[in-house]
């Protein structure tokens, strides 16, 4: 993989990361670059764990990208609003 493959990668993972999060309830604490980095994160997570089902872009497969950033984007709002009510 090269760098423009590497940084086109990116720009489409925290794309589906956008829109996992909007799909998704509960919001990630730390803004958008923390969001960006859990749905990419996810992204990778989705490809890897469901293949390449669906329409690609740059060599990321969207339906699996975006399944796997709203899954993750999930699991860490859950994780963290637990973490938040246990400490304040």
């Given at each position: 993989?090269?760098?423009?493959?590497f940084i086109l990668?990116?720009?489409?993972?925290?794309?589906?990361?956008?829109?996992?999060?909007r799909l998704v309830?509960?919001?990630?604490?730390?803004?958008?670059?923390?969001?960006?980095?859990?749905?990419?994160?996810?992204?990778?997570i989705g490809g890897?764990?469901?293949?390449?089902?669906?329409?690609?872009?740059?060599?990321?497969?969207?339906?699996?990208?975006?399944?796997?950033?709203?899954?993750?984007?999930?699991?860490?709002?859950?994780?963290?609003?637990?973490?938040?009510?246990?400490?304040?």
């Amino acid at each position: 993989m090269g760098i423009l493959s590497f940084i086109l990668f990116l720009i489409v993972a925290a794309a589906c990361a956008y829109l996992a999060e909007r799909l998704v309830p509960n919001v990630v604490p730390g803004g958008f670059f923390t969001s960006a980095i859990v749905g990419i994160i996810g992204a990778w997570i989705g490809g890897t764990m469901m293949g390449s089902i669906g329409p690609s872009l740059a060599g990321v497969p969207l339906i699996p990208s975006i399944a796997g950033s709203a899954l993750f984007v999930f699991v860490v709002s859950l994780c963290s609003r637990g973490f938040r009510q246990r400490h304040v």
